[in-house]
């Protein structure tokens, strides 16, 4: 049995990042941490809090951390995720509260519970890590492992010309972060999907087709670039049609940056990382976060040379499966999704 404690700003990927974790038989959820990113954190919050109801757990618990990066003001991303970060995808509001703890004192608290048994996903910015690992240094040992989307190695960004999103945020908190593990045994290093790696998961339309059919709904599942821009999915799975919708939004928008009609499933890759369900190969790296320069703020760079004299504090995903992470996606999502029924 896998333990996870996840840390998000969901948003799309992270959406299906967290279906996909539910829907493993042998994954426990432990809890769920947001942070200001793709949206507030307060949405993000609620966003989580709608899906576990959709996927019929609604029992693991939400908290709020950071609301705000360390040193820098917020930026959203509604133009890339939708107003409430989810896409098109419209969740009845939960019925679920958002838990009285802080994200801070969840992550302290459950991992000197729970030594050495939890992984730790962080699928937005490093926020609420960088300030858990401020009130308990020893994080990174009590943890079994850390897994980090974020950042760009020698590769064109997402947000600037060298800086990836979630760093982006909050370059601050990524700096923190790195530091923190610099000299620990390789076992503990995080693993970081950065952008080279996750924008090969590309998700088309026809994923979305197999998605359907594995869940065993009762018309085929279109979203394709002919269909007008925010049409919605008729499908008789609830979850298929929300994933459907929200899925269909993040297509379009990286269609008008010339992308294609394909969705960047980031996060999606990094859940199946830390439960060891998908091939990837890494290389071991001393990881810095610039944060002085206007032009280059959020720049992650590796040295995998030991030029800077520096032990690694990194382990950075070199190489994966696109394909055979999809067949994993597709099949325990929609294995979930057939389980939860139709409409």
Known sequence: ?????????????????????????????HAITCTAGNVGARQVALNNLALLELCGQPGIEVAIGAEVPLEIPLVTTEETHGPQGIGYAELPPPAGAISARHAVDVWVDEVRKH???ITGLVTGPLT????????????????????????SFYYQG??????????????????EVFAAYRGLPEDKLPIVCSLETTELIEMRPEHLRRLAEAAGTDSPELVLPEQPEGQRSRSSSPLVACLSDAIRFYMEFHRLYDQGFVA??????????????????ARL???????????????TVADFRGLWGHPPNARIVSGNNPRQCFDELIGSVGALARRLGSR
Do not use: Q
């Open 285 to 299: 790296a001393t990881v810095d976060v610039e944060t002085d320069s206007p032009m280059l703020t959020g720049t």
């Open 264 to 281: 960047h499933m980031h996060d999606a890759f990094a859940a199946c990382v830390a439960v060891g369900r998908t091939e990837f190969s």
């Open 115 to 117: 030594p050495g048994e």
């Open 128 to 151: 609420n890590f960088a300030l858990a690992l401020r009130r308990e240094p020893a994080l990174p040992r009590l943890l079994k492992g850390l897994v980090i989307m974020g950042g």
């Open 1 to 29: 049995m896998h333990s996870v404690l996840m840390d998000v700003d969901t948003g799309i990927d992270d959406a299906l990042a967290l279906v996909y974790l539910l829907s493993r038989p042998d994954v426990r959820l």
């Open 158 to 175: 997402n947000t600037t010309p060298t800086a990836e999103w979630n760093v982006s945020v909050d370059p601050h908190a990524a700096k």
